[in-house]
């Protein structure tokens, strides 16, 4: 168990709809990545906030958007979803917003699946 | 931005046998190169990391080796066992931006008894 929390674990969803995906960090963390995951794209980065503040983004789509509350944890929102969007999104946390001697640890992933 | 590259795509070896799994980076400001393994149904778990300042690193049967020359980087498992099975990813990070990992293909690591 790494510590990072995700719900739902499962969601499926209709084409059009919009979901909010809910993390939350370690214990301690200040800054939380998201993630994609699908067969043909592996692990994209996709937005990383770092005490409440957007610290660098990835190839996030407009229809999606994140944010990081005072309680450190996140939500992402996805919005006009299309078929393709389809996939594994998994949270990340970590102490820091830079590399050295800051591990990022990953949650089990939210399974969105769009009919 | 940061590229990493990562090969085999696929990799099955002989339980006892080791594997070995190579990666490159594109930007030479990338100070910290990780490994994850991915178990079905879960998430990314860190399994070995190496920072710039360092050649090699061990940890009991895994090891991981950089050659900031040449850009790559590389993930040695030896006495394989069949529960190393699993996909293997390595990543890249930049120190001045903000952390995030931009991460390989992943190689689907089969491990036969």
């Known amino acids: 168990d790494s510590g990072v929390t995700q719900t739902p674990k499962h969601l499926i969803t209709a084409t059009g709809q919009r979901v909010t995906l809910r993390c939350s960090p370690r214990s301690g963390d200040l800054s939380v990545y998201w993630y994609q995951q699908s067969l043909d794209q592996g692990l994209q980065f996709l937005i990383q906030y770092y005490n409440g503040e957007e610290r660098a983004k990835g190839n996030i789509l407009e229809r999606f958007s994140a944010q990081q509350f005072p309680d450190l944890h996140s939500e992402l929102n996805l919005s006009s979803l299309e078929l393709g969007d389809s996939a594994l999104y998994f949270c990340a946390s970590s102490r820091r917003d830079f590399s050295s001697g800051n591990t990022i640890y990953f949650g089990e992933g939210s399974w969105l699946t769009v009919v | 931005g940061e590229n990493v590259e990562q090969h085999p795509s696929t990799l099955s070896v002989q339980e006892g046998d080791s594997a070995v799994i190579k990666c490159t980076y594109s930007d030479s400001a990338s100070n910290y190169f990780p490994w994850y393994k991915q178990e079905l149904g879960k998430g990314p778990q860190l399994i070995i990391d190496i920072r710039s300042n360092v050649g090699e690193k061990k940890d009991q049967r895994i090891a991981v080796t950089l050659n900031k020359t040449a850009k790559h980087f590389s993930l040695h498992i030896t006495e394989t066992q069949p529960e190393d099975s699993a996909v293997y990813f390595c990543?890249?990070?930049?120190?001045?931006?903000?952390?995030?990992?931009?991460f390989g293909q992943g190689t689907e690591l089969s491990v036969k008894p």
């Open positions: 990543a890249a990070s930049i120190d001045n931006q903000g952390g995030k990992l931009i």
